[in-house]
């Protein structure tokens, strides 16, 4: 079975830090390139983090450099978001996803799996 979930969302005030994790089912987890996606109320679906284990390779969206990292314990299956210093901003869905293959991690439509989706809310 192909699954993703996530955790570990919430409320928390500006500033203040949350990790998300995202379980992942062992073959997604050791096959694919992962992202973590967001979406404010409103708005589009739009990457902010992404893990190519193939050489290590991290990307992550201008708005979130710097306060975000992203990771992975193959022990536990498990992709990780960091999330620091936390703006109101910031406030929206999250959502992992895995990507087969090579495509571009920009493109939400080459993922080929997501979770349910976690929700943060930063107070100002």
């Known amino acids: 079975q192909s699954r993703m979930v996530e955790s570990g969302g919430g409320l928390v005030q500006a500033g203040g830090s949350l990790r998300l994790s995202c379980l992942a089912s062992a073959h997604i987890f050791n096959s694919y390139q992962m992202g973590w996606f967001r979406q404010p109320p409103g708005k589009e679906r739009e990457v902010v983090a992404h893990?190519?284990?193939?050489?290590?390779?991290?990307n992550y969206a201008d708005s979130v450099k710097g306060r975000f990292t992203i990771s992975r314990d193959k022990s536990k299956n498990t992709v990780y978001l960091q999330m620091n210093t936390l703006k109101p901003e910031d406030t929206a869905v999250y959502y992992c996803a895995a990507l087969v293959g090579l495509g571009d991690y920009k493109s939400i439509r080459n993922y080929d799996y997501w979770g349910q989706g976690t929700q943060v809310t930063v107070s100002s």
């Open positions: 893990l190519n284990w193939i050489g290590g390779v991290t």
